[in-house]
T-cell receptor, first 116, second 108 residues
């Protein structure tokens, strides 16, 4: 089956630092990649949608200058949390879609971010 | 009103029990529907798509009622390994909208 990896799987950082999370589709080309965030006991919330070579589309309430998304190739998207604060601590999950239908999404294993 | 709403749970059931999860969605223009399973601290994994005609996969049966904007998942003969959080997911306007999940705990 299709595999999506994320790196790192967990990270602890100090408040004010930036953290980069990578999402890779290992055995397929991802037309579209998605970034989600999940707080404890809550549902996954879509943060942004990115298509290779174009700017990401951010959901309402998600600051594009704080959460920088780059989708430079068909197999790699990165999310950078800039100037992280404790309230950014969350489980960040990416997914990748191989075609034009978003019904098929393969999820990465997630990155647990803790900001001290 | 939440876009996708599920039973709050948790559901604690003995092995072998039948358990039903309910979900409602607010946008009648929603296009496709799914049940995902999420284990603790892991990513969600697709359990099954849901169709108006209903569909079954082994012990799992999913139903969709578009008129009522209601989706259900039935698990028969529950196993210990079924313990997880079950997420109702709707494709709405080209985005997947997740319910908050219903936690299931199957006890021996």
């Amino acid at each position: 089956g299709a595999v999506v990896s994320q790196h790192p799987s967990w990270v602890i950082c100090k408040s004010g630092t930036s953290v980069k999370i990578e999402c890779r589709s290992l055995d397929f080309q991802a037309t579209t990649m998605f970034w989600y965030r999940q707080f404890p006991k809550q549902s996954l919330m879509l943060m942004a949608t990115s298509n290779e070579g174009s700017k990401a589309t951010y959901e309402q309430g998600v600051e594009k200058d704080k959460f920088l998304i780059n989708h430079a190739s068909l197999t790699l998207s990165t999310l950078t949390v800039t100037s992280a604060h404790p309230e950014d601590s969350s489980f960040y999950i990416c997914s990748a879609s191989p075609g034009t239908s978003i019904d098929t999404q393969y999820f990465g294993p997630g990155t647990r971010l803790t900001v001290l | 009103r939440k876009e996708v709403e599920q039973d709050p749970g948790p559901f604690n059931v003995p092995e072998g029990a039948t358990v039903a999860f309910n979900c409602t969605y607010s946008n009648s223009a929603s296009q496709s529907f799914f049940w995902y399973r999420q284990d603790c601290r892991k990513e969600p994994k697709l359990l099954m798509s849901v169709y108006s005609s209903g569909n079954e996969d082994g012990r799992f049966t999913a139903q969709l009622n578009r008129a009522s904007q209601y989706i259900s998942l039935l698990i028969r003969d529950s196993k210990l390994s079924d313990s997880a959080t079950y997420l109702c997911v709707v494709n709405q306007g080209g985005k997947l909208i997740f319910g908050q999940g219903t936690e299931l705990s199957v006890k021996p």
